[in-house]
């Protein structure tokens, strides 16, 4: 059982909190590129975005276990639109994002079910485990659109790639813990993605550069300082390891939602 901090513990979350989290900063500059270029409209951008950002805490704090099974949906559709993104195909859009989301997600539960169960614990709480049995059928699904992605690979050579990915992926998820397996995804896979395909149509589309960098460097410091202010408080009553736990995935849930409209609702309607 985890029950402290452990040194891959505080690795996963120096990497979650210091190169994950940061890529969602750029969404000022998605913001520009979608049509909040004044001062007002970007204005009104920042207040919906963190009208947002509160609802989903309170929702958390009121509503845990439906706050989880929301997160996890919105974080499969997520993760696996960016990665149908990343291979420039205009064909099996659900196939591959449900393919890649499903694995990510899920694959990292089935090797660490145990540990993830106790994470989503600390997360909501005891009654979270009476959901665990049920998760073999998303397992199965899981497993269903793998072999059917394999299968679409043999029609379409840039999926081919995708293949030798996903079999890496399960490899890292099967060595690693599930903090240390969502790290490496969320920070070197899906971070990497994210910002490749958004820096080019930064640099084509948007003629204010110095506004991109510190847009991005104030939500950088904002959420960082934001972050560790919060550990501090939790950790009055909470160990060190629940308290980094609460902020970076209560903080990842808060932030996905409106990062999630703005980049897989109208970001990737205009730019795919």
């Given at each position: ?62 509503f ?6 929301i ?6 559709a ?98 690693c ?47 960082w300082?934001?972050g ?31 990062h ?6 109208v ?6």
């Open positions: 059982m985890i029950t402290d901090l452990t040194f891959l513990n505080f690795i996963s979350f120096l990497l979650i909190f210091f190169i994950g989290l940061p890529h969602g900063s750029f969404d000022g500059a998605v913001a520009s590129l979608v049509g909040f270029r004044n001062r007002t409209q970007f204005l009104q951008f920042i207040f919906y975005y963190l009208i947002l950002f509160f609802l989903v805490i309170l929702f958390w704090f009121h845990p276990i439906a706050a989880l099974t997160f996890i949906m919105m974080t499969i997520h993760f696996g639109l960016c990665d149908w993104t990343n291979f420039k195909v205009n064909k099996f859009k659900y196939s591959v994002s449900f393919t890649y989301g499903m694995t990510v997600i899920f694959g990292i539960i089935f090797f660490n079910e145990n540990e993830s169960f106790l994470i989503f614990e600390y997360l909501t709480n005891d009654k979270v485990y009476l959901f665990q049995k049920y998760f073999f059928i998303a397992y199965f699904f899981t497993l269903l659109s793998i072999i059917y992605f394999i299968y679409l690979s043999i029609f379409e050579k840039k999926l081919r790639n995708g293949v030798f990915e996903i079999l890496f992926l399960l490899l890292i998820f099967y060595l813990d599930p903090l240390l397996s969502f790290a490496i995804y969320f920070c070197f896979f899906h971070t990497y993605k994210h910002l490749k395909h958004l820096i080019k149509n930064i640099y084509l589309n948007l003629a204010n550069k110095k506004f991109v960098i510190y847009s991005t460097l104030v939500f950088t410091v904002i959420s300082v934001g560790l202010g919060i550990v501090y408080y939790l950790v009055q009553n909470l160990s060190i390891y629940e308290s980094i736990l609460k902020v970076v995935f209560v903080g990842l849930a808060a932030l996905t939602l409106p999630m409209l703005l980049v897989d609702v970001y990737r309607r205009r730019f795919k």
